[in-house]
């Protein structure tokens, strides 16, 4: 089971803070995980409809997209943040 995160309009879009899910064992990086929970309905699909910009954090590490998940106690997803 891995606890998934999600931040700002993620967040917003998909509905909920965090879940913890099953990942099928063919989720094995950052951008098969986000294909895959495009799967999942119309929430997550509008919030990760441009996965390119979608950032992801993997036990509070921020990673790329083809980093491999395995091991993952959390992962989080959250838009481009902007600084000021």
Known sequence: MTRLVYFAWVRERIGKGEEDIDLPADVTTGAALLSYLKT??????????????????????????DEPIAGAREIALFPPMTGG
Do not use: K, P, T
């Open 40 to 65: 999942l309905g119309d929430g997550y699909a509008h919030a990760l409809e441009h996965e390119s910009v979608i950032r992801i954090a993997i036990n509070h590490e921020h990673v790329e997209h």
